[in-house]
């Protein structure tokens, strides 16, 4: 044996001289170094009895492995979250499922990269990243011809509706309910606590809650008409404030009339149910979207019903996010149904947005994003006094990115950031987006939304819940009342 390479390499010698014998089978070290101390054959088995005791313990490991997460749980829910890599199963506990799902998202590599991507048999369409922040892709030709034609005619059977009604009720009940005195009030409206209102706090509050988009100008004429900034500084201070009625902002609206121009959202829409027995470009678009965003079927099977929006000419839609922000009492309006807490705030949680072009506008009508791949997100700075990026009716050309509308093309984009273990994080609010206003012509388009839960512990419940479900019920499950439900769901800013 001294002729092997094996024993001219247990003979090495370490640098400081010693000899380190290289481990080998007992039996060759038996035959090999019968003179060396260690060859003696108690060494031998006590050697054997520590290589049994190790491959006993990795078979005992083996074992625990398997049966600690890789069983099946019968209950479980064909519909729990199910990632691209493993499924949920409730834990042994009961109650909690187990989070071991991670939502796949689509790598932007860099703005202007392309990828190729195939949705269809046959066909390779190209992706190009339009920004980061949010992460934001367009697709031409996501549609045909023909599926955009289909889309319109099946939402114009349907019938479109007003997107939003011209006057909100309910708001001087609760008012007067509260009882508030007119510090109070002030004190609600007054954002950055400076003792003084400022233009962009009114404009805020009248958008958000009477969906009226006063402009900067608007307001001060409101002032002059009402007498109301005496010192004329464009402030309102708590002594101006307490002169005023409390509804006298909207009084003097009502008196002077509100145009559909003035709304925050002036377009008419639709919804088309995408489940079986849909019309089948319906159903194939729902699958593309499927292949497009790698998300569990179940998810976007789950989802809302497509959107078809029609804007006249002079429509517009003022930027907004199409998902609300992430805090723990907001419940998302798509698991309401398993959730079994009361919660006063509600919202649409919708991950991805897919925006479809059914047509190709004449002029104007582009989606803006204020705010995209901006180097930082100021809330405060996009109502200046004289620039307000939120509008769209005016400043869609100061927006740091606009998609034209194209017939057929698909813009997609994640609300939510990622929580970094493969779930829905917090919502990213560069997702700012609006319909610029329509100049030539009118525009078509679609929304699908994704609808995933922040809280995996809801979205898990509401799965296994539907599931349950007969087939038929479950089908309109995710949206039982759409039309009412998911209309005034947007975060208006
Ligand atoms: C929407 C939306 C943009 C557009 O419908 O939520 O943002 O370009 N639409 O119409
Ligand atoms: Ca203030
Ligand atoms: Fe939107």
């Known amino acids: 044996m001294t002729g092997s390479p094996d024993a001219a390499r247990a003979e090495d010698t370490t640098p400081s001289g010693s000899s380190t014998p290289r481990p080998r089978p007992p039996c060759e070290r038996l035959s090999g170094c019968q003179k060396s101390g260690v060859c003696s054959r108690s060494y031998f088995w006590v050697v054997m009895v520590f290589f049994h005791l190790y491959i006993f313990n990795v078979i005992a490991l083996l074992f625990y492995?398997?049966?600690?997460?890789?069983?099946?749980?019968?209950?479980?829910?064909?519909?729990?979250?199910?990632?691209?890599?493993?499924?949920?199963?409730?834990?042994?506990?009961?109650?909690?499922?187990?989070?071991?799902?991670?939502?796949?998202?689509?790598?932007?590599?860099?703005?202007?990269?392309?990828?190729?991507?195939?949705?269809?048999?046959?066909?390779?369409?190209?992706?190009?990243?339009?920004?980061?922040?949010?992460?934001?892709?367009?697709?031409?030709?996501?549609?045909?011809?023909?599926?955009?034609?289909?889309?319109?005619?099946?939402?114009?059977l349907k019938g479109l509706m007003e997107s939003q009604l011209m006057v909100q009720d309910g708001q001087e009940e609760l008012a007067k309910e509260l009882n508030l005195s007119p510090e109070e009030i002030f004190n609600l409206l007054d954002i950055n606590q400076d003792g003084q209102l400022q233009l962009r706090e009114i404009l805020t509050h009248s958008r958000v809650r009477d969906g009226i988009w006063l402009t900067p100008e608007n307001l001060r004429e409101i002032y002059a008409g009402l007498k109301a900034d005496k010192n004329n500084d464009g402030l309102l201070s708590l002594k101006e404030f307490r002169l005023l009625s409390s509804d006298a902002f909207q009084h003097f609206l009502l008196q002077r009339g509100v145009k559909r121009s003035q709304l925050v959202r002036n377009s008419r829409h639709t919804w088309l149910y995408q489940g079986q027995g849909a019309h089948q470009v319906l159903q194939d678009i729902k699958e593309r979207v499927t292949r497009l965003t790698h998300l569990p079927p179940t998810l976007v099977d789950l989802s809302e019903p497509l959107q078809v929006v029609h804007y006249e000419e002079g429509g517009h839609y003022h930027a907004h996010r199409d998902s609300g922000p992430v805090y723990p009492e907001t419940a998302c309006t798509h698991t309401l149904l398993a959730a079994n807490t009361s919660t006063p705030f509600e919202t649409s949680c919708r991950y991805i947005t897919v925006l479809f072009y059914l047509n190709t506008v004449e002029g104007g009508g582009e989606t803006a994003f204020p705010v995209a791949d901006n180097r930082t997100y100021d809330e405060m700075s996009l109502i200046q006094n004289d620039v307000d990026l939120l509008d769209t009716r005016r400043n869609c050309d100061k927006s740091n990115l606009r998609v034209r509308p194209t017939k057929g093309t698909a813009v997609f984009w994640y609300n939510y950031l990622s929580d970094g273990k493969g779930w829905v994080g917090e919502q990213d609010e560069y997702s700012l987006h609006g319909g610029c206003v329509v100049t030539h012509g009118t525009k078509w388009v679609a929304n699908k939304w994704i609808n995933v839960d922040p809280d995996y512990q809801r979205q898990a419940r509401y799965q296994q819940l539907v599931s349950q479900l007969p087939q038929d019920e479950s089908d309109e499950a995710p949206a039982p009342n759409a039309d009412t439900q998911h209309s005034s769901v947007h975060q208006e800013l």
Do not use: W
């Open 65 to 156: 492995v398997h049966y600690s997460s890789g069983q099946e749980d019968p209950n479980r829910s064909r519909d729990a979250p199910s990632g691209g890599r493993a499924d949920s199963t409730r834990s042994p506990s009961g109650g909690e499922f187990l989070r071991d799902v991670s939502l796949t998202r689509v790598d932007g590599i860099r703005v202007g990269h392309v990828q190729k991507v195939s949705l269809v048999p046959g066909k390779v369409h190209e992706m190009r990243t339009l920004s980061l922040k949010p992460l934001l892709f367009e697709i031409p030709g996501f549609l045909s011809d023909d599926e955009c034609r289909v889309v319109m005619q099946l939402a114009q």
